[in-house]
């Protein structure tokens, strides 16, 4: 039987022409009938894809072919599913677009990238170098770099998240000068797969924070080494049809029903379009969540 998968990547590269990127991604994606998401611009690439384990294989050794994804790092999970037609049940169509940003901050022109990534970013720092760092700096601070509803179901302990709904208004959190105390303690991003904190990392090394590390891989990979045995608490919110991961089978429920207080990792969708927000909604309480949140 098919094994469905998924898979999260990116590499942040000069690419010349994106739009011939794109060309080529969604053939090779449609030939191998996956599904999901996937950014392009001339700084780099940015993936989410979900299908049968098999063309998620061949679908990853065709595109290391393409010299600057040679050393691309993808994150590997469990998928929900496949239909009749061994498509991924967790992602509804496939999506190949080109934007001026992989990941939106707002800031294309003070993100500079070359042929080794991201210049000027923090210092990448893996799972077990972050738990010796953590062991010897009693004053390592983590900041998480995700938008405030994922840290509602799993964040590292005692992260500083900032009151952001978008990725887009980080630039304006770390302008507003509410962080400036941190600047001289050792701070470590950390988002999804290693991409936002990527960015981030670069954002706040040139605002002037002295000591900047970015968790490679993200927490998925640190989900990996550690899962709920180390530093972090609860699940990690995914932007698929599966909502989110658990690394174990004992996970931390941290997460709290926006309607009853429940302890729940699920999330939802809002159902009013106007508000565009993701809510901690537990079973029971979903059907009411929509109409309280839009008082």
């Known amino acids: ?12 590269a000069p690419l010349p022409d994106p739009d011939a990127i794109r060309l080529w991604q969604r053939t090779l994606c449609e030939a191998l009938n996956l599904r999901g998401r996937i950014l392009i611009s001339d700084q780099g690439i940015n993936a989410t894809l979900g299908g049968e384990l098999d063309a998620l294989k061949r679908y990853l050794r065709v595109t290391k072919e393409h010299l600057p994804f040679r050393q691309l790092d993808a994150k590997w999970s469990e998928g929900s599913g496949l239909d009749a037609d061994n498509a991924s049940l967790d992602f509804p169509r496939l999506s190949v677009k080109v934007r001026d940003e992989i990941v939106s901050f707002g800031a294309p022109g003070e993100l500079q990238v070359d042929a080794d990534g991201v210049v000027g970013g923090g210092r990448r720092v893996t799972p077990e170098g972050l738990h010796r760092l953590a062991e010897t700096r009693d004053d390592l601070v983590f900041f998480d ?9 799993g964040r590292f302990r005692d992260a500083v998240v900032p009151d952001v709904a978008h990725t887009r208004e980080f630039v304006e959190a770390l302008d507003s000068g509410a962080y400036d105390h941190l600047k001289d303690r050792p701070v470590v991003t950390y988002c999804t797969g290693g991409i ?3 960015v981030l990392s670069s954002l706040m090394v040139s605002r002037g924070f002295q000591e900047v590390y970015q968790l490679e891989g993200g927490v998925a990979r640190y989900g990996e080494a550690y899962g709920d045995d180390g530093l972090w608490e609860g699940s990690l919110y ?6 989110s991961l658990a690394f174990s089978d004992h996970s931390a429920v941290i997460g709290r029903c926006a309607i009853c207080g429940a302890a729940t990792s699920r999330m939802r969708n809002c159902a009013d379009p106007s508000c565009r927000e993701q809510l901690v909604v537990c079973e029971t309480c979903d059907v009411a969540a929509c109409a309280i949140h839009a008082r």
Not at 238 to 243: A, L, T
């Open 145 to 153: 770099g995700r938008n405030r509803f994922e840290a509602g179901i």
């Open 1 to 12: 039987m098919p094994v469905p998968k998924v898979i999260l990547y990116y590499v942040f």
């Open 196 to 198: 936002r904190c990527e």
């Open 238 to 243: 995914v932007f698929d049809g599966r909502g």
